[in-house]
């Protein structure tokens, strides 16, 4: 696997690289790689020729700062796992690399899907998250975007993001489906950040979504929402949201509608996200 820190020897690497027609792939991250990441990295190397994966904790993306500044590191590992996996190429650039002197990062006109759920409750994230992987698209100009339904919002964000720049047709975009512990709890770097007594409390996220899938056919939205917060309340959660959506757009689901259940809760100082798809 090759390494590359600055984002012009990127660029020029990949356009004088003899692909030989091969497709790139690209799973940008932020590190603290899982089985989840690489899922990704497997995903890309069915369905393109070369892989390329970055490793950048965005700071624009992070509306608190102490969760930016505990953001896990572990690189030397992640380096490991990447080679282990098979990946090509690594980028792994400096916040100067992305942001240069004179970046002005852009708006994105997102709509509605900006300000609901983790956008209310992280304001200015997705901004962030359009700019950097705006930014790395242009940099790694790759054909195919791998990225984890756990992200669920993030997704249907970025997609847009690849409308307004004009790549929809240019980039396919494919979810990955949520990679999880054997207790159900979805994979996260964040993870990490869990005392073991957290530890033991964090899969109830999972059951609590599983919950308002099994019952989903018996009861209303919002009967099972403040079910779940209940629940969750109950297992030492610090509720952000609890909610049932159109699995479409995120508004609230009219009648027969693909739902999908979105939870964000904190243990102590750390979040969590979870998502399941109700049918
Ligand atoms: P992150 O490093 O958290 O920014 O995640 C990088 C990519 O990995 C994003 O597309 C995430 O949605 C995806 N991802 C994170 N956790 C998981 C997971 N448990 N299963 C599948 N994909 C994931």
């Known amino acids: 696997m090759v390494i590359f820190k600055e984002a012009a020897t990127l660029s020029q690497y990949l356009q004088q690289q003899a692909l030989g027609g091969r497709s790139i792939g690209f799973v940008p991250t932020m590190g603290a790689l899982h089985e989840g990441h690489l899922s ?95 930014r790395l698209l ?22 847009r993001m690849l409308k307004l720049t004009g790549r929809l047709e240019a ?40 919950y308002v899938r099994d019952h989903r056919g018996q009861a209303s939205a919002q009967a099972l929402e403040e079910e779940a917060g209940r629940r969750l309340q109950a297992a030492g959660f610090q509720t952000d949201y609890v909610s049932i959506r159109s699995s479409a757009d995120l508004m609230p689901a009219t009648n027969g509608e693909t739902e999908v259940a979105l939870v964000a809760a904190s243990l102590g100082p750390v979040r969590l996200i979870d998502n399941l798809l109700l049918s």
Do not use: W
């Open 40 to 134: 990704l990295i497997r995903k890309s190397q069915e369905m393109a020729g070369y892989t390329v994966c970055s490793i950048f904790i965005n700071p624009t993306q992070f509306n608190n700062p102490e969760d930016f500044r505990n953001y896990p590191v572990t690189i030397e590992q992640d380096i490991e796992k990447l080679v282990s996996a098979g990946c090509d190429l690594l980028f792994l650039p400096s916040v100067a690399e992305i942001y240069p002197e004179g970046y002005r990062q852009p708006h994105y006109d997102l709509g509605p899907i900006e300000t609901v759920l983790e956008g209310a409750f992280r304001p200015g994230h997705f901004q962030g998250v359009c700019a950097v992987v705006d």
């Open 138 to 159: 242009q940099i790694v100009n790759p054909h195919h975007l791998f990225m984890g339904q756990k992200d669920y919002q993030q997704c249907i964000v970025v997609n």
């Open 171 to 210: 980039i396919r975009l494919h979810l990955a489906p949520t990679a999880r512990e054997q207790d159900g709890l979805a994979m996260s770097s964040r993870n990490l950040r869990l005392t073991p007594d957290q530890r033991q409390l964090a899969p109830a996220l999972f059951q609590v979504l599983s």
